[in-house]
């Protein structure tokens, strides 16, 4: 990352690729998107830690790599540990005149909704309380994708996945989606936010900003899944656009505790527009989409009280 | 090659070398693009997940004279035919064609 | 162990328990980075590891991780860029790092690690036996079983050179006794000026994440390739018993101090031999003394290296004598003969030329003490039960209800 990049619209971003095609990523995985965008934002001093988890698998398939910067993988719940121990090897190592002490190099977990907000979730809250300066992307696309579409804490309300068929008694998943970037945030580290890929710049200059901080910074990008979501490997950012639209994404951040909504939404649509062009939501009645639009509801409620004016409008569609 | 000459513990020592995996045989249709009609805003350059939008510097002056000093090339031999580009171009100037061998 | 006056360094005389000797080892090591996480009777290394740290007297980051799992983690992660790490465990906590285990020597890390060897639950115990090592053999660790705090200082730098030789890079682990020698004084010499140990340890080069010459670590290999992979552990596990004998010969050099694999106590005319590991060794010894008093032609043998096993080494170290007494200190539940170091034991003579009766004995699990009263029991019973010993399987000493006739 070079100091004096700034991010203002797509012409900003480096022509530089750092990931290499050839990789196993389905056709229109936005995952691939969102690696794309990381390494133009963080550059050639890099070191990326991955969680297990369809990135990792598809972009190292032995003995071919995507990766053109160094790139780790130790297990499925343990990146942010292993990302910890990176860090502090650096600040040993440059005190001891072993590595260029003035040489910045970007710490960055990749990880899914797995890897972070069940099984590596652990390993999360440690690095965020011991304050390592680690980056922590999470690319959440609401269920365990890798093993073939099981339910995780992230996965939404109602949401099909093959753990949570919609059945005669159970409708999908029974449970709610696990705030994490809330939980996250609870441990007071310097920089959180939440992104999406259909709004690529506002994502990046989060990627920017938590690379600038001294601590941990962790960054939630909903990634959409044609595989999983059941919809058309072409709609990965009409979907993204339909969540923020919807809000049943809202795309924000917290500098030093202070909350910001990054992406405003004047007029907000119903969601069926979002659930409706997703077959993870087929075959739910018109009284559970009601039952999501409800929550929706009392979320933006929510939102909008703590910033303390309307930045996501009333539903008109 | 045996277990003698291949680096130890999996390590993959050549950067990138994915790209000798052409994943374009994946591709069901073709994104063309229509050099007249773009207006090289690089919306398919961002959203491209698999990186094989290409930006050249090679100039092109469309049919009405308006002189670009880029072109956008699309790298067929990793293009899984996704079709995210041809879904996001606000001028449609990207065409799906039938793959036909 | 045979020690000597006279060695290249200039060495102190001072009292340390096993858990300490390991941090001054850690500390004469220059390690970059220590994670490890509390866990009774190896609590005192992090202790006094985080002592020195923050007295200045080490210059490495001491990671206080949130488990063992993300111990062992935080220094594959470490080691990844190219630092010197360490970590320490006991019992629950070496289980909580088992996949971790094979993960770091499958890419090829020169971890080290230290283990304070206890019980495994349930139920709870938190006193010694040697159940937690035994269970991760088959993880591809150097392991070397330490008998003394001295030994235990002497291999954990042994480790280290052992683990970071190119022709090696395989994680290494030190075990000894918890309790019994983790909370133990002794006196042992230790190198006045710990440059002594920067020479016999220097830093070498190997594959490690670098942003000016890109690697991918961790990648996922297919059936085409996997075997290949890990037939070069298999090799570095071979190759790792000469490089392990090399630096046995440098430590002699720098520090005085000769160690063997098979370390052995009266054991030359014996014709009987009673081998062990750990703090034990030094019971049996004394047990030796008293039944060659009473007119035994008995001698004590240790396993010191149990990663490689020393096969040539047992057998030479037996040679002619007629009973090998082999006493574990874990228990292999469902295995033909229960106690691992036996089975070993066994394969290794399998077919030789001379092979003595063998037997297998289990004592001192879960804390219970092992004197040398039990020893000149158990020496006794393998004397009565001759052959008929081993087709019993183990003989668990000392069991109540449990008879072997």
Same mark, same amino acid.
Request: charged residues 25%; proline residues 5%.
């Given at each position: #990352?070079?100091?004096?990049?700034?991010?203002?619209?797509?012409?900003?971003?480096?022509?530089?690729?750092?990931?290499?095609?050839?990789?196993?990523?389905?056709?229109?995985?936005?995952?691939?998107?969102?690696?794309?965008?990381?390494?133009?934002?963080?550059?050639?001093?890099?070191?990326?830690?991955?969680?297990?988890?369809?990135?990792?698998?598809?972009?190292?398939?032995?003995?071919?790599?995507?990766?053109?910067?160094?790139?780790?993988?130790?297990?499925?719940?343990? *990146?942010?540990?292993? *990302?910890?121990?990176?860090?502090?090897?650096?600040?040993?190592?440059?005190?001891?005149?072993?590595?260029?002490?003035?040489?910045?190099? &970007?710490?960055?977990?990749?990880?899914?909704?797995?890897?972070?907000?069940?099984?590596?979730?652990?390993?999360?809250?440690? #690095?965020?309380?011991?304050?390592?300066?680690?980056?922590?992307?999470?690319?959440?696309?609401?269920?365990?994708?890798?093993?073939?579409?099981?339910?995780?804490?992230?996965?939404?309300?109602?949401?099909?996945?093959?753990?949570?068929? !919609?059945?005669?008694?159970? =409708?999908?998943?029974?449970?709610?989606?696990?705030?994490?970037?809330?939980?996250?945030?609870?441990?007071?580290?310097?920089?959180?936010?939440?992104?999406?890929?259909?709004?690529?710049?506002?994502?990046?200059?989060?990627?920017?900003?938590?690379?600038?901080?001294?601590?941990?910074?962790?960054?939630?990008?909903?990634?959409?899944?044609?595989?999983?979501?059941?919809?058309?490997?072409?709609?990965?950012?009409?979907?993204?656009?339909?969540?923020?639209?919807?809000?049943?994404?809202?795309?924000?951040?917290?500098?030093?505790?202070?909350?910001?909504?990054?992406?405003?939404?004047?007029?907000?649509?119903?969601?069926?527009?979002?659930?409706?062009?997703?077959?993870?939501?087929?075959?739910?009645?018109?009284?559970?989409?009601?039952? !999501?639009?409800?929550?929706?509801?009392?979320?933006?409620?929510?939102?909008?009280?703590?910033?303390?004016?309307?930045?996501?409008?009333?539903?008109?569609? | 090659?045996?277990?003698?000459?291949?680096?130890?513990?999996?390590?993959?020592?050549?950067?990138?070398?994915?790209?000798?995996?052409?994943?374009?045989?994946?591709?069901?249709?073709?994104?063309?693009?229509?050099?007249?009609?773009?207006?090289?805003?690089?919306?398919?350059?961002?959203?491209?997940?698999?990186?094989?939008?290409?930006?050249?510097?090679?100039?092109?002056?469309?049919?009405?004279?308006?002189?670009?000093?880029?072109?956008?090339? !699309?790298?067929?031999?990793?293009?899984?035919?996704?079709?995210?580009?041809?879904?996001?171009?606000?001028?449609?100037?990207?065409?799906?064609?039938?793959?036909?061998? | 162990?045979?020690? #000597?006056?006279?060695? =290249?360094?200039?060495?102190?005389?001072?009292?340390?328990?096993? &858990?300490?000797?390991?941090?001054?080892?850690?500390?004469?090591?220059?390690?970059?980075?220590? %994670?490890?996480?509390?866990?009774?009777?190896?609590?005192?290394?992090?202790?006094?590891?985080?002592?020195?740290?923050?007295?200045?007297?080490?210059? %490495?980051?001491?990671?206080?991780?949130?488990?063992?799992?993300?111990?062992?983690?935080?220094?594959?992660?470490?080691?990844?860029?190219?630092? =010197?790490?360490?970590?320490?465990?006991?019992?629950?906590?070496?289980?909580? #790092?088992?996949?971790?285990?094979?993960?770091?020597?499958?890419?090829?890390?020169?971890?080290?690690?230290?283990?304070?060897?206890?019980?495994?639950?349930?139920?709870?115990?938190?006193?010694?036996?040697?159940?937690?090592?035994?269970?991760?053999?088959?993880?591809?660790?150097?392991?070397?079983?330490?008998?003394?705090?001295?030994?235990?200082?002497?291999?954990?730098?042994? *480790?280290?050179?052992?683990?970071?030789?190119?022709?090696?890079?395989?994680?290494?682990?030190?075990?000894?006794?918890?309790?019994?020698?983790?909370?133990?004084?002794?006196?042992?010499?230790?190198?006045?000026?710990?440059?002594?140990?920067?020479?016999?340890?220097?830093?070498?080069?190997?594959?490690?994440?670098?942003?000016?010459?890109?690697?991918?670590?961790?990648?996922?290999?297919?059936?085409?390739?996997?075997?290949?992979?890990?037939?070069?552990?298999?090799?570095?596990?071979?190759?790792?018993?000469?490089?392990?004998?090399?630096?046995?010969?440098?430590?002699?050099?720098?520090?005085?101090?000769?160690?063997?694999?098979?370390?052995?106590?009266? *054991?030359?005319?014996?014709?009987?031999?009673?081998?062990?590991?750990?703090?034990?060794?030094?019971?049996?010894?004394?047990?030796?003394?008293?039944?060659?008093?009473?007119?035994?032609?008995?001698?004590?043998?240790?396993?010191?290296?149990?990663?490689?096993?020393?096969?040539?080494?047992?057998?030479?170290?037996?040679?002619?004598?007629?009973?090998?007494?082999?006493?574990?200190?874990?228990?292999?539940?469902? %295995?033909?003969?229960?106690?691992?170091?036996?089975?070993?034991?066994?394969?290794?003579?399998?077919?030789?030329?001379?092979?003595?009766?063998?037997?297998?004995?289990?004592?001192?699990?879960?804390?219970?003490?092992?004197?040398?009263?039990?020893?000149?029991?158990?020496?006794?019973?393998?004397?009565?039960?001759?052959?008929?010993?081993?087709?019993?399987?183990?003989?668990?000493?000392?069991?109540?209800?449990?008879?072997?006739?």
């Amino acid at each position: #990352m070079s100091s004096a990049l700034r991010i203002r619209g797509v012409r900003d971003l480096p022509r530089e690729e750092f990931f290499a095609p050839g990789h196993g990523l389905c056709a229109g995985c936005t995952a691939s998107t969102i690696i794309r965008h990381l390494l133009k934002v963080s550059g050639k001093d890099t070191i990326i830690v991955n969680a297990t988890g369809c990135v990792e698998v598809s972009t190292t398939m032995y003995p071919y790599t995507s990766w053109r910067t160094p790139w780790l993988h130790v297990a499925f719940e343990n *990146a942010a540990a292993a *990302a910890s121990g990176v860090e502090a090897a650096l600040k040993a190592m440059a005190r001891k005149g072993l590595v260029d002490p003035e040489r910045r190099i &970007n710490i960055i977990v990749l990880a899914g909704d797995g890897g972070t907000y069940d099984i590596g979730f652990q390993a999360l809250s440690g #690095m965020l309380e011991r304050g390592h300066r680690v980056m922590y992307v999470l690319y959440d696309n609401e269920a365990y994708m890798n093993t073939g579409i099981q339910r995780s804490g992230s996965t939404p309300l109602h949401a099909w996945t093959t753990t949570t068929p !919609i059945g005669k008694v159970l =409708r999908g998943k029974i449970q709610f989606k696990k705030p994490i970037a809330e939980i996250v945030a609870a441990h007071r580290i310097p920089y959180v936010a939440t992104a999406n890929i259909a709004y690529p710049i506002d994502m990046d200059q989060k990627f920017l900003k938590g690379l600038q901080v001294d601590g941990p910074s962790f960054i939630h990008v909903l990634q959409p899944c044609p595989t999983g979501w059941r919809f058309d490997p072409r709609y990965g950012i009409k979907a993204g656009k339909l969540a923020v639209e919807t809000a049943m994404w809202i795309n924000w951040e917290i500098i030093m505790g202070d909350f910001k909504v990054t992406t405003r939404v004047p007029k907000r649509k119903h969601v069926k527009h979002y659930l409706t062009i997703q077959g993870r939501f087929r075959g739910l009645t018109d009284e559970e989409i009601e039952e !999501i639009q409800r929550l929706v509801d009392r979320e933006v409620e929510r939102i909008n009280n703590m910033v303390g004016e309307e930045v996501i409008g009333p539903l008109t569609d | 090659m045996s277990w003698k000459e291949i680096p130890i513990g999996g390590i993959i020592v050549e950067a990138g070398n994915s790209v000798k995996r052409k994943t374009g045989d994946w591709r069901v249709f073709k994104p063309v693009i229509d050099q007249d009609k773009c207006t090289r805003c690089l919306i398919c350059w961002m959203y491209c997940p698999d990186g094989v939008i290409e930006i050249r510097d090679i100039s092109y002056k469309t049919s009405t004279g308006r002189l670009w000093t880029t072109t956008l090339e !699309i790298n067929y031999d990793h293009c899984k035919g996704c079709a995210i580009c041809a879904e996001e171009c606000p001028v449609n100037a990207i065409e799906l064609v039938e793959e036909v061998k | 162990m045979e020690s #000597m006056l006279e060695s =290249r360094a200039r060495q102190v005389r001072v009292l340390l328990n096993s &858990n300490y000797a390991v941090a001054y080892a850690a500390r004469d090591a220059d390690v970059d980075v220590v %994670a490890a996480y509390p866990i009774t009777p190896q609590t005192g290394v992090v202790e006094k590891l985080s002592e020195m740290i923050a007295n200045g007297e080490l210059d %490495a980051e001491m990671i206080h991780v949130e488990s063992e799992h993300s111990a062992l983690s935080a220094i594959i992660g470490a080691s990844a860029v190219g630092a =010197r790490v360490f970590t320490a465990t006991s019992s629950q906590g070496l289980e909580f #790092m088992h996949e971790l285990l094979h993960i770091a020597s499958g890419m090829r890390l020169p971890l080290v690690m230290s283990v304070a060897t206890r019980a495994l639950s349930a139920p709870i115990n938190i006193w010694n036996d040697y159940s937690d090592l035994m269970n991760v053999r088959d993880s591809s660790w150097i392991t070397l079983i330490a008998s003394t705090a001295q030994e235990v200082y002497d291999s954990i730098i042994e *480790a280290f050179m052992v683990s970071e030789d190119p022709r090696v890079l395989l994680p290494s682990i030190v075990a000894y006794d918890g309790f019994w020698m983790s909370h133990t004084y002794e006196p042992l010499y230790i190198p006045e000026d710990r440059r002594v140990v920067s020479k016999i340890l220097p830093r070498r080069p190997r594959y490690v994440l670098d942003p000016d010459n890109p690697i991918t670590i961790g990648s996922l290999v297919n059936p085409d390739w996997y075997y290949e992979i890990k037939y070069q552990q298999v090799e570095a596990m071979k190759e790792a018993y000469r490089v392990i004998r090399e630096a046995d010969t440098k430590i002699k050099y720098y520090l005085g101090r000769a160690y063997e694999p098979i370390e052995s106590y009266m *054991a030359e005319d014996s014709e009987i031999l009673v081998l062990t590991y750990g703090g034990a060794y030094e019971t049996l010894q004394s047990a030796v003394d008293m039944m060659r008093s009473e007119g035994l032609r008995v001698g004590a043998l240790k396993l010191r290296l149990w990663r490689p096993f020393p096969v040539e080494d047992l057998k030479s170290k037996v040679g002619d004598a007629e009973n090998l007494i082999v006493v574990d200190r874990a228990i292999s539940y469902g %295995a033909s003969i229960e106690g691992p170091a036996a089975l070993e034991v066994i394969a290794a003579f399998y077919k030789g030329k001379s092979c003595p009766t063998i037997s297998s004995f289990i004592a001192g699990i879960g804390g219970r003490p092992v004197s040398e009263e039990d020893f000149k029991g158990i020496v006794k019973k393998a004397l009565k039960l001759g052959d008929k010993a081993l087709k019993m399987g183990s003989i668990h000493w000392g069991v109540r209800g449990a008879s072997y006739e």
